[in-house]
């Protein structure tokens, strides 16, 4: 009975730690200075400071693009997937609230591990607005 136990704690405290993790993720504000160590701190740093245009729920995109070690982007980000919808303006507005989320997070605060792992390499997040709740 007791090896079934332990395992039960164990697999309790990992649900409860990815919870809490995930709960941390997203109180990290817009511009944080906090380092930066992995990828998923790195995403979470970039939707920290997205904030989808009304009417664009169920918008898609995905930008590519390649870092320096000090944080700053190394060329001009570009679209390699959209799934933008039929409106022009909304779709123009989506775009630029992505721009604008990735500009407003740059210089991203990268340890030194971080730096070096991350540098020119070509990164793909992919920014989908969710879907509005019926009411």
């Known amino acids: 009975m007791k090896p079934r136990f332990a395992i039960f704690a164990a697999a309790l405290a990992v649900v409860l730690f990815a919870n809490s993790s995930a709960a941390i993720a997203q109180e990290r504000p817009c511009h944080s200075s906090d380092p930066i160590d992995t990828i998923k ?5 970039i939707y920290a400071c997205w904030k989808p245009p009304p009417g664009t729920a169920g918008m ?12 700053t982007l190394i060329g001009t980000p570009r679209a390699s ?8 303006r909304l779709s123009r507005a989506f775009v630029a609230s992505i721009l604008k ?35």
């Not at 701190?41 to 740093?45: G, I, Q, R, T, V």
């Not at 997937?81 to 022009?88: F, K, V």
């Open 101 to 135: 989320a990735l500009d407003d997070a740059l210089p991203f605060p990268f340890s030194n591990g971080m730096g070096g792992a991350i540098a020119g390499r070509m990164l793909s997040p992919r920014f989908t607005a969710a879907l509005e709740r019926a009411s």
């Open 81 to 88: 997937y959209s799934d933008l919808g039929a409106d022009p």
């Open 41 to 45: 701190e790195m995403s979470d740093a």
């Open 60 to 71: 898609s995109l995905t930008m590519q693009f390649s870092l320096r070690r000090n944080g």
